[in-house]
């Protein structure tokens, strides 16, 4: 049907009906049920309704490769193929619904817990469980069309179309952040906003037509506007100074606009950033997977801590550490960084024979023990073991706190961010960055041209720890008191998602893989209890669809377009497919598969 | 002419310094501070005061608990030492799939439990649950294969690590959103309450139980892995799949093949870890997961029967280690730092002998 063979069809109706259940069983569609995005009508968990079909026909109606040639697929087979993806994927998540029905929700609720009498009403629009199916697949139908018109569509249309709506889910998931910087610049935000909800429809549909029209203005004469100046920001030093002043334009108002309560969740996307620049030396640039990352956080922290005067919980009050001192925070930060450094070199010296896949086991063995023994009654006298220490210095300058008022922590955790981001990228267009990048493309042949790999693993680490033993200071700077529950391996994995869906070796693409993942849940209090799912589907994604990140290192986008090198060769190909067929969602889509018509 | 001696003899003192074999003399150095380590602390233990000194017995049941625990860290070893074997990649999600099994038998056994059929039946459903578990876990290793490192077959070797770890971070999180977050308590038969005796020696059942059933699940492993066709070509693609696949090898078969085996594996390890701790949670996985790789790294990664010795050698460390070596430094609850054991054992072994105890070092392997 409309060049695409049935059976391809069914399939992945199937797999998206599927993942609906998927979604169901996992509890996204209860927790989201009452997310308002547009009106009351839009709410996150119809949008999640609908995902599951759009997902499976914008994959269906791929191009497909046939005898040697590329196949796009019509417009009009693109929407029948897409209905009809749609209705078989309805099909199978009715048909689950019905059974769950059938058979008694509150004893499948014995074993999943999310299946519950208002989740079925949810996905029934409150008509209990046959009348209210018609609506539910209708509904999947719609986002199958809209899955194949989002894919078929003439480009002048469907870029702009895309561009609007993923700018109104974007806003409706911005709540709480767009309409205080509304207020705080003085206009009205009634009309764009309801009062405590999602947008407006009257708001959603100015959002809409504004992205829209946007969108069509950037690529408008065949996307040559837009080659144009990507050109001109590419290469004119004069443009990129320009981009960078005002992105630390943005990052210096940002909490001016936003007030305390967002300020504290960019305090903690700063505290990430911090971490990932860091781990962005020692994984990016050097290519030295490090999953042990907590260490360098946890020593930090700890460091700081013992160096300004904290003191240990302990059950009658409080004692004072075993080792202590009461420094100036700003005399023994540097003290901090400089024995992480020493650490880093300390964790890197017995390692450095290790390549690849052993390396990140051993480093993760490492950040085990430290987390192990931070929670161990063994680190009492020192550390406070299980009790945690508290009293961490407020680190006070010139009347600012950087404790109690999560504004004024932004601040110095931007001065530290910016000092990383220099230190980082000076070090990547050096000689020394070269020697970095060298090393971890063929350790080798590196060596072989009088690289010291010994040499510069060991500087790699050194820096990685001291920037994140930076991330650990600031952090213990910013909430006061420490336990060992803030330094398990979960840090250490969500610094690397951050690094890795920014794009490895790229310093913007840290920020904006800190916006995401630590941001975005951050703003939506919903999201919490499904921040690690969606860190792993992440990672799995973005390795499967698009290893090279985000916003891809420059240097490495280049190797990536020379195909000289064997690793690169593959995440070209990868690449190169991801982006030919799904240029319209940002984030790559659905690569295509070979697959010759039956 | 005095600076120049001078300048000659820092030079030769400088030659001196670089030739000397610093990474030797420093991994030398190494074990043998952490060899007095462990020696002063075990006499210190032994010969700590009467009353303070661990009986006998406790001793005999620190070395009981170390072989049960370390068959079962054997089962889940296996999984990753067939999957390295063949992919050269670390399944990191493997305790995953283990987690996935536990919580497949729980539902059965709490049903049973309450039904009285557990019970009544013990050797039936102990059975029925191994067999449920296996089939779980077998069914989630072989659609993470699937789904997540398929598509991955010849990336470079960091990227379907990074996937593992992602894969390994969602299923954790999706039982948790399946089953919830609290973790649940395992019915095991009142059968396997209390203790046979054997040889002499007092034994937990539910030990005897768990050491049977290991000792049984890798002889046919192995059987099946020597004397089978499908064995055969595992061990063909393990050695070379280009080859293998030339010689009319199904190499993706035989791959899923693999992981649905370390699945089936990691399924009855799963029901014996959860009646020997009486309870699942979706957390159950990661410790026992990386106890479990370490394992398999301790006996020579690629090899089966380095898997099985490695978990009883880590089983036993992990039990004996802490009290042996820590309380004679008066170290508190050192069974706390069980964990930290385990890692330092992995740190350590990659660092002296990659190869691990049973295979060859390889300096290519790592």
Request: aromatic fraction near 10%; charge should be neutral.
């Amino acid at each position: 049907m409309g060049g695409v063979p049935t059976r391809s069809i069914v399939r992945t109706g199937l797999l998206g009906g599927v993942g609906a259940i998927y979604v169901a069983l996992v509890g996204l569609y209860t927790k989201f049920a009452d997310l308002e995005l547009v009106g009351q009508q839009i709410t996150l968990g119809r949008v999640l309704i609908v995902a599951p079909a759009f997902v499976a026909a914008f994959a269906v109606t791929r191009p497909r490769v046939v005898a040697g040639e590329r196949q796009t697929v019509e417009l009009r087979g693109g929407l029948g193929v897409g209905a009809l993806s749609g209705l078989v994927g309805a099909g199978v998540f009715a048909a689950a619904l019905w059974f769950a029905d059938w058979f008694g929700v509150d004893r499948i609720r014995e074993v999943f817990v999310a299946i519950t009498e208002p989740l079925v009403d949810f996905l029934t629009f409150d008509k209990g469980v046959p009348a209210g199916l018609p609506i539910l697949i209708a509904l999947c139908v719609v986002g199958g069309v809209v899955g194949g018109f989002v894919r078929t569509a003439p480009v002048e249309i469907r870029r702009p179309a895309s561009a609007g709506v993923l700018a109104v889910i974007l806003f409706g998931l911005l709540q709480r952040i767009i309409p205080i910087v509304f207020v705080q610049l003085g206009f009205e935000a009634d009309w764009l906003y309801d009062r405590g909800a999602g947008l407006t429809w009257f708001g959603a549909l100015i959002v809409f037509a504004v992205a829209a029209a946007a969108n069509s203005l950037w690529n408008r004469d065949g996307g040559r506007t837009r080659e144009r100046v990507r050109r001109n920001v590419g290469q004119a030093p004069a443009a990129k100074v320009g981009l960078f002043v005002a992105i630390l334009a943005i990052m210096t108002i940002l909490p001016l606009l936003l007030g305390t309560a967002i300020s504290e969740v960019l305090g903690s996307v700063m505290i990430y950033v911090l971490l990932g620049l860091g781990l962005n030396i020692v994984v990016g640039y050097a290519g030295l997977l490090d999953l042990g990352y907590v260490a360098f956080f946890a020593f930090g922290a700890y460091t700081t801590g013992l160096l300004t005067g904290a003191f240990l919980n302990t059950t009658t009050g409080a004692a004072t550490p075993a080792l202590s001192a009461d420094l100036n925070f700003y005399v023994a930060v540097w003290i901090v960084a400089l024995l992480a450094a020493g650490v880093g070199l300390l964790i890197g010296a017995p390692v450095l024979r290790l390549r690849g896949d052993y390396l990140a086991i051993v480093t993760l063995g490492l950040g085990e023990i430290v987390s192990v023994i931070t929670a161990s009654k063994w680190a009492q006298p020192l550390i406070g073991g299980p009790q945690g220490m508290r009293g961490v210095t407020k680190a006070e300058v010139f009347g600012l706190n950087f404790q109690d008022n999560p504004q004024h922590f932004y601040y110095l955790a931007l001065a530290f961010v910016l000092l990383a981001a220099f230190v980082s990228w000076r070090l990547s267009t050096s000689r020394i960055g070269r020697a970095w990048n060298a090393m971890r493309e063929d350790e080798q042949v590196a060596d072989a041209m009088g690289i010291s790999t010994t040499k510069f693993k060991l500087l790699a680490f050194a820096l990685g720890g001291a920037i994140g033993s930076l991330g650990g200071a600031l952090f213990a700077v910013s909430i006061g008191s420490l336990t060992p529950a803030s330094f398990e391996i979960t840090v250490s994995i969500t610094a690397l998602a951050v690094v890795i869906l920014g794009g490895l070796g790229s310093i913007p693409g840290v920020l904006v893989g800190a916006l995401v993942l630590i941001g975005l849940p951050g703003l939506l209090r919903e999201f919490e209890e499904y921040r690690a799912l969606i860190y792993g589907g992440a990672l799995v994604a973005i390795m499967i669809l698009r290893p090279q990140g985000l916003i891809p290192n420059v240097r490495r986008s280049r190797e990536l377009e020379d195909e000289e090198v064997s690793q690169d060769a593959w995440a070209a190909k990868a690449a190169a497919e991801s982006e030919a067929v799904a240029a319209v969602l940002p984030g790559g889509g659905l690569g295509v598969e070979r697959e010759d018509l039956e | 002419m005095a600076t120049a001696t001078d300048e000659q003899v820092r030079g030769a003192e400088l030659g001196l310094l670089e030739r000397l074999p610093w990474r030797r003399i420093i991994l030398v150095v190494l074990s043998i501070a952490i060899l007095s380590v462990v020696a002063i602390g075990a006499f210190k233990t032994l010969t700590l005061p009467a009353d303070e000194r661990y009986s006998t017995t406790t001793w005999k049941d620190f070395i009981v608990l170390g072989l049960a625990q370390g068959a079962i860290i054997a089962l889940i070893a296996l999984g990753y030492t067939l999957v390295y074997g063949i992919l050269r990649m670390i399944n990191f999600a493997h305790g995953e799939v283990f987690m996935f099994g536990a919580f497949g038998a729980f539902f059965f056994s709490d049903a049973w439990e309450q039904s009285g059929f557990l019970n009544s039946n013990p050797i039936l459903s102990m059975a029925l649950l191994l067999v449920i578990a296996m089939l779980v876990s077998m069914g989630v290793a072989i659609l993470l294969e699937r789904i997540a490192y398929r598509p991955l077959r010849n990336a470079p070797r960091l990227v379907p690590l990074i996937t593992a770890i992602g894969a390994s971070l969602f299923l954790q999180n999706t039982a948790r959103g399946f089953f919830g977050a609290q973790s649940r308590g395992f019915g095991v038969p009142e059968v396997l309450d209390g203790t046979w005796t054997i040889l002499g020696v007092e034994v937990d059942r539910i030990q005897v139980v768990v050491l049977v059933t290991v000792i049984v699940a890798v002889t046919a492993l192995s059987l099946f892995v020597s004397k089978t066709t499908t064995g055969k070509s595992m061990r063909a693609v393990a050695a070379d799949s280009e080859i293998a696949s030339l010689m009319g090898i199904r190499v993706d078969r035989v791959i899923v093949t693999t992981f649905a085996i370390g699945g089936l594996l990691a399924g009855i390890a799963a029901v014996l870890f959860s009646i020997t701790f009486e309870s699942v949670s979706f957390t159950m996985g990661f410790r026992p997961g990386i106890a479990a790789f370490t394992a398999a790294v301790l006996g020579g990664i690629g090899s089966i029967s380095g898997a099985a010795l490695g978990g009883v050698l880590l089983g036993l460390l992990q039990s004996v280690g802490p009290a042996l070596i820590l309380t004679g430094y008066g170290i508190p609850s050192s069974f706390q730092l069980k964990d930290a054991f385990t890692f330092l054992v992995l740190v350590l072994v990659l660092i002296f002998r990659p190869g691990g105890l049973l295979g060859s070092s390889e300096a290519e392997k790592v």
